[in-house]
C-alpha cells in the first residue's frame, strides 16, 4: 500500500481547455473525496464518493466540473473550459470511516 | 454544519522553544476534530485526530491537542520545536466531509 496517488503532481493548461486528474485511492477505503486549496486557504470540499456513488457535490462544482469513480476504485475529476480562477491546488483524499488519508495533489495553473 | 478557526495566521518561533496553535470550533452535533500539516508542494499528512475518550490527544513528531469542549477549543503544542517543523498547519473538523481552518504558517527560526 502506498497511500493516496494523484497524477499529474503539475498540469499548466491554457484557458478554454480541458484537464483531467487521476487519484487512486488506497485499496481498502470505500470513501474518496476531493477538495480544492487556493493559495492561503485552507483546502475546500468538492465532493465525496462512498465506493462508486456520488454521494455529495458541493456548490463549488460548476457545471465545468464532473467527478467519476467508475468501479470504486480511482476517481477522476474533469474541469472543461478552464479559467483563470481554477488555478488551484486539487487534493484527493481516501478513508475507511472518520479521518483521512490525502495525496500529494496535482498543483493546476491555467495561463 | 461545523466550522473552525484558527486565530493565528502565523507563529514565528526558535528552535527548541514551545509552540501553541489555536483552533476554535463551533458544532451542534458530534464533534470530530483533527490537525494536519502541510508542507511545501505537498499534501496534508495528519498530526493527530480526536474522536471521543480522553481530551488529551498524542499525535506524531512529538505534538498533541487538548479537546475543550467547555471553551470549544482544540489547541495543538509541542513543547520543544525543530526547523524541520516549519511548515503550515490546518485545524480542521467534522465527520465525512472536513471543514478546514485557513492555516497558521510556523517558522521556526535557529
Known amino acids: 500500500d502506498t497511500g493516496v496517488s494523484q497524477d499529474p503532481r503539475h498540469k499548466i493548461t491554457k484557458r478554454g481547455q480541458n484537464v483531467t486528474f487521476r487519484c487512486d485511492p488506497i485499496s481498502e477505503h470505500n470513501r474518496l473525496y476531493w477538495y480544492r486549496q487556493t493559495l492561503g486557504q485552507g483546502p475546500e470540499f468538492l465532493t465525496y464518493f462512498q465506493n462508486e456513488a456520488q454521494l455529495e457535490k458541493s456548490r463549488l462544482l460548476s457545471d465545468r466540473f464532473s467527478a467519476e469513480r467508475p468501479k470504486g476504485s480511482f476517481s477522476t475529476l474533469e474541469i472543461q473550459r478552464t479559467e483563470q480562477g481554477d488555478s488551484a491546488m486539487y487534493l484527493c483524499?481516501?478513508?475507511?470511516?472518520?479521518?483521512?488519508?490525502f495525496g500529494s495533489g496535482t498543483r493546476l495553473t491555467v495561463v | 454544519a461545523q466550522s473552525v478557526t484558527q486565530l493565528d495566521s502565523q507563529v514565528p518561533v526558535f528552535e527548541e522553544a514551545p509552540v501553541e496553535l489555536r483552533c476554535n470550533y463551533s458544532?451542534?452535533?458530534?464533534?470530530?476534530l483533527f490537525w494536519y500539516v502541510q508542507y511545501p508542494n505537498q499534501g496534508l499528512q495528519l498530526l493527530l485526530k480526536y474522536l471521543s475518550g480522553s481530551t488529551l490527544v498524542k499525535g506524531i513528531n512529538g505534538f498533541e491537542a487538548e479537546f475543550n469542549k467547555s471553551q470549544t477549543s482544540f489547541h495543538l503544542r509541542k513543547p520543544s520545536v525543530h526547523i524541520s517543523d516549519t511548515a503550515e498547519y490546518f485545524c480542521?473538523?467534522?465527520?465525512?466531509?472536513?471543514?478546514f481552518g485557513a492555516g497558521t504558517t510556523v517558522t521556526v527560526r535557529a
Open positions: 458544532s451542534s452535533v458530534s464533534v470530530y
Open positions: 480542521a473538523g467534522g465527520d465525512y466531509k472536513l471543514s
Open positions: 483524499a481516501s478513508s475507511p470511516d472518520i479521518g483521512y488519508t
